[in-house]
């Protein structure tokens, strides 16, 4: 199945809490028995999320990597994506038949974006519980993400979110792209995201192996 241009690679960011590692979890799970795939955690001075993964055995320990930044996250995202472009071809040379590889961005604001040498379709990730203005705030990452998801919706009850504000306030900063309300850690809103992915990335889901 692995396309000719490489394995398509996704940029997932977001605020330190949101839920990109337990998205990059979920994906792992849902599509490693139908894709060869693969995971690269960016952390600044551990490799917390990366060991995290390990421990839940979402993919073989040898298709997942963990990055150190160093300083400032986002540079390692954008303005110089090298440290993660060496792990992609290390990855690349070790499994050649590679059709997905999902990118885990250190904590971001909503200014990080993917340098587009990094990333071919972008996801980010923000949650109820930082409040319901996040999306009418703005930033690139809220319009810009070819795909934003609003995690932890089982919360909005106890934090005083209001769901149809921030649907509201979504639709009319991303104009026209997607979004998705997600309880990750319930398995809500998964499906959406994986056929999102199917649809702007390409990747070669086929209704059998689902």
Do not use: W
């Not at 396309?3 to 690679?9: A, E, H, Q, V």
């Not at 060496?86 to 070790?94: D, R, S, T, V």
């Not at 705030?137 to 934003?148: C, F």
């Amino acid at each position: 199945m692995t396309s000719p241009n490489g394995p398509l690679r996704v940029g997932l960011g977001g605020p330190v809490g949101a839920g990109k590692t337990t998205l990059t979890a979920a994906l792992a799970r849902a599509l490693r028995d139908r894709l060869s795939m693969a995971v690269i955690t960016n952390d600044i001075y551990t490799r917390e999320d990366a060991e995290a993964l390990m421990r839940q055995q979402v993919l073989p320990l040898d298709r997942i990597r963990g990055v150190e930044t160093g300083g400032c996250p986002h540079t390692a995202i954008r303005e110089d994506a090298s440290i993660n472009l060496a792990a992609i071809a290390e990855l690349n040379a070790q499994f050649p038949d590679l059709d997905l590889i999902l990118i885990e961005s250190g904590g971001d604001n909503l200014s990080a974006t993917f340098s587009p040498e990094l990333a071919d379709v972008t996801i980010y990730v923000i949650d109820v519980a930082a409040g319901e203005e996040i999306p009418r705030k703005g930033g690139p990452a809220i319009t810009k993400s070819d795909i934003l998801v609003i995690n932890k919706t089982d919360l909005a009850p106890y934090v005083g979110a209001s769901l149809e504000v921030m649907e509201r306030d979504a639709t009319r900063m991303r104009a026209g792209k997607p979004f998705v309300f997600t309880a990750l850690r319930h398995g809500q809103g998964l499906d959406q995201i994986i056929d999102l992915l199917a649809r702007i990335g390409g990747l070669p889901l086929s209704e059998e192996a689902a």
